[in-house]
Nanobody
Framework: QVQLVESGGGLVQPGGSLRLSCATS????????MGWYRQAPGKQREFVAA???????NTANSVKGRFTISRDNAKDTVYLQMNSLKPDDTAVYYC?????????WGRGTQVTVSS
């Protein structure tokens, strides 16, 4: 069973930056996609960004130009660099892995943007 563990969340002021990490518990072999969703209080979970094992990326328009997704395949770890953070970015950020016919999710990490 693959487990995903997120880290890097926290409290940051508007305009600040954070870097989220998501590490897998095992070795991921073959084509796969890793990425991030987020869920703000009272709202549905929404897509943020994704990256394939071939480094093809997709980023939501709401964060394009501010957030950058990347991965280290040797470490089976995905990162989300978040710059120019806004209060609207406040949410629990969830990492996911789509591998084969299965999907795996992390427990989430809280990001709060507030002065």
């Amino acid at each position: 069973q693959v487990q995903l563990v997120e880290s890097g969340g926290g409290l940051v002021q508007p305009g600040g930056s954070l870097r989220l990490s998501c590490a897998t518990s095992g070795r991921i072999v073959g084509f796969n996609t890793m990425g991030w969703y987020r869920q703000a209080p009272g709202k549905q979970r929404e897509f943020v960004a994704a990256i394939t094992s071939g480094d093809i990326t997709n980023t939501a328009n709401s964060v394009k130009g501010r957030f950058t997704i990347s991965r280290d395949n040797a470490k089976d770890t995905v990162y989300l660099q978040m710059n120019s953070l806004k209060p609207d970015d406040t949410a629990v950020y969830y990492c996911y892995l789509n591998w084969g016919l299965r999907e795996y999710w992390g427990r989430g990490t809280q990001v709060t943007v507030s002065s």
